[in-house]
């Protein structure tokens, strides 16, 4: 059993910068997969980008890449996701989720645990 926490959601303007943090409890955290998603009001949940169980090998969504990095620090159980140049798009709840299968994927329906999301609005 993962349990997992974000953190590091607030209120920030178009252009500006946050770091999301998902700290996990477990022992086997670091043989885990970490996906970032997010779900904006009236929209379906999204992949945002995702890392394996290594942090060797991460995807990103189309609309983030190049502005959005997903780390881990297995030592402290943590994911990060920096979101550079923000804009109002950007605007949801973010939630992220662990894979027991280490693989990098990108479908919601194959993490196993989810956190309970921390929001993030991007004002223009």
């Known amino acids: 059993q993962v349990q997992l926490v974000e953190s590091g959601g607030g209120l920030v303007q178009a252009g500006g910068s946050l770091r999301l943090s998902c700290a996990a409890s477990?022992?086997?955290?670091?043989?885990?997969?970490i996906g970032w998603f997010r779900q904006a009001p009236g929209k379906e949940r999204e992949f945002v980008a995702a890392?394996?169980?290594?942090?060797?090998?991460?995807s990103y969504a189309d609309s983030v890449k190049g502005r959005f990095t997903i780390s881990r620090d297995n030592a402290k159980n943590t994911v990060y996701l920096q979101m550079r140049s923000l804009q109002p798009e950007d605007t949801a709840v973010y939630y992220c989720?662990?894979?027991?299968?280490?693989?990098?994927?990108?479908?919601?329906?194959?993490?196993?645990?989810w956190g309970q999301g921390t929001q993030v609005t991007v004002s223009s």
């Open positions: 477990g022992r086997t955290f670091s043989s885990y997969a």
């Open positions: 989720a662990a894979r027991r299968m280490g693989d990098l994927v990108t479908a919601a329906r194959e993490y196993d645990y």
């Open positions: 890392i394996n169980w290594s942090g060797g090998y991460t």
